[in-house]
């Protein structure tokens, strides 16, 4: 299994804005999330991972728990439940507005690749290990 904790640094989007936009997020907050240089600290203490974003977006999750996280500043909530398998943390979210999401955070040696799913919206982020 690849260590999850770290620090990351963002190389690149796939179709991200258009998938943010597509699930609610206003403009302004979409150029913020989709700006090159953004960097996550993942910080793991047993089944809980914190991710700790360059753009003041953090969130925490817990393996087989429901957490509520909050998107950014717009307080968009999420109730969302983790499972851990393997190098891939799984987590399915459900919108304010009933809408179901899934992202799943591959990790390798190198970094992550998170891969966004709700409805017919797919998006990709490439995370480096710095």
Do not use: H, W
């Not at 499972?83 to 990790?107: A, C, H, M, Q, W």
């Amino acid at each position: 299994m690849a260590q999850i904790a770290g620090t990351y640094k963002l190389e690149k989007n796939e179709n991200f804005a258009e998938y943010l936009a597509a699930i609610g997020i206003p403009d302004d907050k979409v150029k913020l999330a989709n700006s090159p240089g953004v960097t996550y600290e993942i910080v793991v203490e047993g089944n809980k991972y914190t991710f700790k974003s360059s753009t003041k977006v953090n969130t925490t999750l817990i393996v087989n728990e429901e957490v509520e996280e909050i998107l950014g500043s717009i307080d968009m909530k999420l109730k969302s439940v983790t499972k851990l398998e393997g190098s891939k943390l799984i987590v399915n979210s459900e919108l304010p507005d009933g809408r179901k999401g899934t992202r799943t955070y591959e990790f390798c040696d190198k970094g992550f690749v998170v891969t966004m799913v709700s409805g017919d919206k797919v998006a990709k982020r490439y995370f480096m290990r710095t």
